[in-house]
């Protein structure tokens, strides 16, 4: 039988990005994410569930994501769950534990403190960051150009 392991999730960040190395040299952050849903019950009440999940990303993504968002900035993530089990060192019983393991991602919103400027939230402007990072997928090609000399099609060619 065929499986599927996606999830999507937007939401805030609960702390800053803990970034670690392998002795490889391999990058690891670990996240905390907060997801709100919100609905209104059979009472007319609004109400607000939170959800709390732990991802883990790594390589360039880590590094990318514990440079630029603290805790409070919006993330776009995109990845698979993973199930970690251990037994407890203290009691000695079995523990688990379902996360996320970060495959793309997507700054969304703007800073948590709402200003402007240069800072850990700002990306550089000389374009060396995405806005979407992907694991090993290839960047998409830039379009080909609309006519021969590389300009915008004429309004003519446009179908709607």
């Known amino acids: 039988m065929a499986s ?7 939401g805030n960040l609960t702390r800053d990005p803990e970034l670690r190395y392998t002795p490889k ?12 849903r919100k609905w209104t019950g059979e009472d007319g009440q609004t ?10 990303a790594f390589g360039k993504q880590a590094e990318v994501i ?3 968002l603290r805790k409070g900035g919006g993330l776009l993530a995109e990845g698979r769950l993973k199930l970690d089990q251990w037994d407890d060192k203290q009691t000695g019983q079995k ?6 393991v970060l495959e793309s991602f997507t700054f969304i919103g703007g800073r948590p403190d709402g200003s402007a400027g240069s ?4 990306p550089p402007s000389s374009g060396s960051v995405p806005g979407r ?28």
């Open 66 to 68: 514990s440079q630029y």
């Open 95 to 100: 523990r688990s534990r379902l996360g996320v």
């Open 4 to 10: 599927f392991n996606k999830v999507i999730l937007a």
């Open 133 to 160: 990072v992907t694991g090993n997928r290839p960047a998409p090609a830039a379009p080909a150009p609309a006519d021969a000399e590389g300009g915008p099609p004429d309004d003519d060619d446009v179908p709607f």
């Open 25 to 36: 040299g391999t990058a690891i952050a670990k996240l905390s994410m907060a997801v709100n």
């Open 47 to 56: 109400r607000e569930e939170v959800t709390y999940v732990d991802i883990d």
């Open 119 to 122: 800072g850990p939230m700002s």
